[in-house]
């Protein structure tokens, strides 16, 4: 008898170190490959200098590997779009003329990044992007003067370009459901080419996995 409960005592406690190591693994994902797939749409500012402009940008996010436990590598492509627009007027003080200008930046962003995803908590992430991308760039100008019982007097111009911009940027997000998250995000985008500065995004989030 005392030989059986001495066999039964060591085939639990062989027992109870394998259970709790296979427990541990199904609580974290492996650093194999990821299928997950998401898509985000973000609403915001992009600010150069003092001028803010509205900004919208799609992410399509694709899981790639878990590098450890709790830290996903995910390529992501995101397609965005900021508008700046002014608006002036002014009476000449001179000939009484009215004067009004307005001019507007738009812009078309593509940028294919890398996120890498940190599980803080059951529901709550954050996560750091790091891309390289292109930009095409509109701006115009139209200048209208109003002169008494004549035409009035447009003058527009326009311009184009192109060039490279990069993304650094962290964002929190929290879930909402397991398919729905919503977060913010903090970014600098340096531009090359003739635009030729940083700027500053601040955007929210909402998050669905597909």
């Known amino acids: 008898m005392n030989l059986r409960r001495i066999s039964l005592a060591a085939a639990l406690a062989l027992a109870v170190p394998v ?68 608006s002036s007027g002014a009476i000449d003080p001179f000939t009484g003329n009215g004067i009004t200008a307005s001019s507007s930046l738009n812009m078309l962003k593509i940028v294919p990044a890398a996120r890498f995803t940190f599980d803080v908590a059951p529901q709550f992430d954050l996560y750091a992007d790091a891309g390289l991308g292109f930009y095409y760039a509109h701006a115009s ?7 008494a019982g004549f035409p009035n007097q447009v003058v527009e111009a326009s311009a184009s370009d192109t060039g490279v911009l990069m993304r650094f940027a962290g964002g929190a997000t929290f879930a909402l459901t397991p398919s729905f998250r919503l977060g913010a995000e903090i970014g600098f985008n340096p531009y090359f080419g003739d635009i030729d500065q940083t700027s500053f995004t601040l955007m929210g989030l909402a998050q669905f996995r597909l």
């Open 19 to 86: 259970l709790a190591s296979a427990q541990s693994r199904g609580n974290y994902p492996s650093t194999s490959s990821s299928s997950t797939m998401s898509a985000g749409v973000l609403v915001g500012m992009e600010d150069f200098s003092g001028d803010t402009g509205l900004a919208l940008r799609a992410d399509g996010v694709f899981g790639v590997k878990y590098l450890a436990p709790r830290v996903l590598l995910s390529g992501i492509v995101s397609l965005g779009y900021t508008n700046w627009g002014t």
């Open 141 to 147: 100008v139209k200048t209208t003067t109003t002169t």
